[in-house]
């Protein structure tokens, strides 16, 4: 008998948590979850999509998370209007997946994908 697993919970590094936070409010809809006191982690949320900043000096290796989308066209149109970096418009990839990548204020990239 096998456990059930949530879930994973990405962990990107970023030069300032709060900043990463408020951004990812304001520009992906997402939650501000906590803020430990020193400032050096925290967390965002936006449904079951949790992620978790960690403070880091740069220079850094950004992280790449691919995040699935039921209606990719309504995520495309919402983070597009609300001002997210998109740098890979939507299109139909070779390898099957409708997808669009996105760039945080950190060079960290989310790839929004639909089969």
Same mark, same amino acid.
């Given at each position: 008998?096998? *456990? *059930?697993?949530? +879930?994973?919970?990405?962990?990107?590094?970023?030069?300032?948590v709060?900043?990463?936070?408020r951004?990812?409010?304001?520009?992906?809809g997402?939650?501000?979850?906590?803020?430990?006191?020193?400032?050096d982690?925290?967390?965002?949320?936006?449904?079951?999509?949790v992620i978790?900043?960690?403070?880091r000096a740069? +220079?850094?290796?950004?992280?790449?998370?691919?995040i699935?989308?039921?209606?990719?066209?309504?995520?495309?149109?919402?983070?597009?209007?609300?001002?997210?970096?998109?740098?890979? +418009?939507?299109?139909?990839? +070779?390898?099957?997946?409708?997808?669009?990548t996105?760039e945080?204020l950190?060079?960290?990239?989310?790839?929004f994908?639909?089969d």
């Amino acid at each position: 008998m096998s *456990t *059930t697993f949530g +879930p994973p919970t990405p962990e990107l590094p970023v030069e300032d948590v709060e900043r990463a936070q408020r951004h990812y409010r304001d520009a992906m809809g997402f939650e501000i979850g906590w803020l430990e006191p020193s400032g050096d982690i925290g967390a965002a949320s936006r449904g079951k999509c949790v992620i978790f900043f960690r403070k880091r000096a740069r +220079p850094f290796e950004a992280a790449a998370t691919w995040i699935f989308a039921a209606d990719i066209d309504a995520t495309y149109e919402e983070l597009r209007a609300s001002g997210a970096r998109i740098v890979e +418009p939507l299109e139909a990839k +070779p390898w099957g997946l409708r997808q669009f990548t996105v760039e945080d204020l950190d060079g960290n990239l989310f790839y929004f994908h639909c089969d």
